[in-house]
Antibody
Framework: DVQLLESGGDLVQPGGSLRLSCAASGFHFSTYDMTWVRQAPGKGLDWVSGLGGGGGPTFYADSVKGRFTISRDNSRDTLYLQMNSLRADDTAVYYC?????????WGQGTLVTVSS | EIVLTQSPATLSLSPGERATLSCRASQSVSSYLAWYQQKPGQSPRLLIVDASSRATGIPARFSGSGSGTDFTLTISSLEPEDFAVYYCHQRYNWPRTFGQGTKLEIK
């Protein structure tokens, strides 16, 4: 079965940094593009970033461009999201998902809270 | 970026009724539109890809239609488990975007 398991969410102060991880299993990870989507508490889905199977190209929402970096380690079947200069409006559950077209499998998400 | 506008924001229906949800794009997305279902505390579930193709394992009561800028998700006869929030999503260009969601609630 396809499984995606996010980790790394935490409470962080404004201006701080955090790295999220997404461990994939049940499929040939290196051949799939991957996506990060977030959801603020009580709000809708917000597309964040996408990455090709070989490690590129990368795509970002304007709201995170220059602050967030998506990457992957195909030897570890893991997707990452490095988040710098965090702001209060980055507070959300962050989901990783398989594919950059219409993502078909999603993890359960990891909560990032940005607050002083 | 392409803005997706969903209507209505909330739809109140009873089990057995037909549900019609709409998604309008600010510019053409051809047929590159999907629909997702999300229940409280769960991650989104892919229902429809490329406007009208059901994803794997999705019941036949779910159908999608449309192209260009206007799209519809139809649930032919509502089951109790269908009450949830529905989102449309475009993959026509970058950045990808989602609609704001339609909440389907029990009347």
């Amino acid at each position: 079965d396809v499984q995606l398991l996010e980790s790394g969410g935490d409470l962080v102060q404004p201006g701080g940094s955090l790295r999220l991880s997404c461990a994939a299993s049940g499929f040939h990870f290196s051949t799939y593009d991957m996506t990060w989507v977030r959801q603020a508490p009580g709000k809708g889905l917000d597309w964040v970033s996408g990455l090709g199977g070989g490690g590129g190209p990368t795509f970002y929402a304007d709201s995170v461009k220059g602050r967030f970096t998506i990457s992957r380690d195909n030897s570890r079947d893991t997707l990452y999201l490095q988040m710098n200069s965090l702001r209060a409006d980055d507070t959300a559950v962050y989901y990783c998902a398989r594919g950059v077209g219409h993502p078909d499998y999603w993890g359960q998400g990891t909560l990032v809270t940005v607050s002083s | 970026e392409i803005v997706l506008t969903q209507s209505p924001a909330t739809l109140s229906l009873s089990p057995g009724e037909r549900a019609t949800l709409s998604c309008r794009a600010s510019q053409s997305v051809s047929s590159y539109l999907a629909w997702y279902q999300q229940k409280p505390g769960q991650s989104p579930r892919l229902l429809i890809v490329d406007a009208s193709s059901r994803a794997t394992g999705i019941p036949a009561r779910f159908s999608g239609s449309g192209s260009g800028t206007d799209f519809t998700l139809t649930i032919s006869s509502l089951e109790p488990e269908d009450f949830a929030v529905y989102y449309c999503h475009q993959r026509y260009n970058w950045p990808r975007t989602f609609g704001q969601g339609t909440k389907l609630e029990i009347k």
